[in-house]
Every structure is written in C-alpha cells, then in structure tokens.
T-cell receptor, first 112, second 115 residues
Framework: DSGVTQTPKHLITATGQRVTLRCSPR?????VYWYQQSLDQGLQFLIQ???????AKGNILERFSAQQFPDLHSELNLSSLELGDSALYFC???????????FGPGTRLTVL | GDSVTQMEGPVTLSEEAFLTINCTYT??????LFWYVQYPGEGLQLLLK?????DKGSNKGFEATYRKETTSFHLEKGSVQVSDSAVYFC??????????????FGKGTHLIIQP
C-alpha cells in the first residue's frame, strides 16, 4: 500500500458527459501528479500540482482540468468525454523535493 | 524531447531463470532513472531507482545500473519466481533538463514466469 488513495475505483459513463476523479496524497506529500494509461498511448503524464499551485503540464487535453485543494487532495475533471478517453487514470504523490513518486491504485474510466 | 525505449514482450521464462529487461533512454539533462512494477489490477509500485551515473539500484533481488555512456538502465534478476509475473516499466525524471516534473515511461514489458 503506497498510502495514495483514489476514488472511485471504476467509473462508467457516456460520451459527452463530465466526471471527476479524486486523489488523496500520502501524508506529508505536497505534490500530486496525474497520469493516463491507455493501450495505444501507454502511460502519459498529464499535470502536476504542488501545494495548491499548478507546477507542470504534460499531454493534458483542454477538455481536462485539475486542481489541488488546501487539504492537498486533488481532483481531475474530464469533460465532453469521448470513447478514446477510456483509460486508467493514476495519481502519484511526492514530498516535493524528492523525485520518487508513489502511485495510487488508479481509477478505471470507461466511456460508452 | 525525453524518451524511454524498452522491450515490450511478452517475455516468457521458466522459474529460476535469469532475467534481463533492456531499457535505453534519451534525455536533455541528467535524469533520475526508475523501474516500476504493475501487478494485475493494481497500481504502479516503485521497484528501484538510480539518480546518477554508475549508481546501482536494487530491491527484492532485482538490480539495475545507471550507464551514462550507453544511456541504459537494464533490469536484471538472477533467479525469477512465478510471483515476479507482472508488467515492468522503465521511467525517467529529467528536472535538470528543464522538463516537467512528470515521469516519462517506456511502454512496459509484460513478464510471464512459468513454473
């Protein structure tokens, strides 16, 4: 158990809908990262937050957004969903200065 | 940009065989290198890491040495077990090169160990 929690574990929705994925980092970690794992694209970095502020962006679509709250949990919002957004979404956390990231169990999103 | 290349497999071995999974990288700076393992239905677990040239990371019988001259970080284990069956990801973090703090992953190697 990495100490990073993600909810929900599974999410099934329809095209055009909007969903929110939630992540709670390990106790004491200030940085949260979001990744997408799909069969065709593999594991891709989406976005990073550090202590409530956006710090780095990867291959995140404009339809996707994230935020980190004062209690350091983070949410990833996915809107206007398409079939191709079906994937596993992971979050990871780290203390801040350390580059070792600890991953949550993931949320499996299925868009029908 | 940064990239990681690893053999995709599946790699099928018998129990107690020697394992090598190749990983090479390209990076603009001086990256840290990682191996993560993903068991079926689970998230990624950090297996080992190395932060500078010639460092050796090791854990649970697995080892990998950071080779700057060949830009490689091959994963090895002397005697694999059925419980090692999983998908293994090589990854890098290249903050020094001005890249984002996110990890860059290889496509993963599916390892199957037969009893």
């Amino acid at each position: 158990d990495s100490g990073v929690t993600q909810t929900p574990k599974h999410l099934i929705t329809a095209t055009g809908q909007r969903v929110t994925l939630r992540c709670s980092p390990r106790s004491g970690d200030l940085s949260v990262y979001w990744y997408q794992q799909s069969l065709d694209q593999g594991l891709q970095f989406l976005i990073q937050y550090y202590n409530g502020e956006e710090r780095a962006k990867g291959n995140i679509l404009e339809r996707f957004s994230a935020q980190q709250f004062p209690d350091l949990h983070s949410e990833l919002n996915l809107s206007s969903l398409e079939l191709g957004d079906s994937a596993l979404y992971f979050c990871a956390s780290t203390l801040g200065g350390s580059d070792t990231q600890y991953f949550g169990p993931g949320t499996r999103l299925t868009v029908l | 940009g940064d990239s990681v290349t690893q053999m995709e497999g599946p790699v099928t071995l018998s129990e107690e065989a020697f394992l090598t999974i190749n990983c090479t990288y390209t990076a603009t700076g001086y990256p840290s290198l990682f191996w993560y393992v993903q068991y079926p239905g689970e998230g990624l677990q950090l297996l080992l890491k190395a932060t500078k040239a010639d460092d050796k990371g090791s854990n649970k019988g697995f080892e990998a040495t950071y080779r700057k001259e060949t830009t490689s970080f091959h994963l090895e284990k002397g005697s694999v077990q059925v419980s090692d069956s999983a998908v293994y990801f090589c990854a890098l973090s290249d903050i020094s090169g001005g890249g984002a703090d996110g990890l860059t992953f290889g496509k993963g190697t599916h390892l199957i160990i037969q009893p």
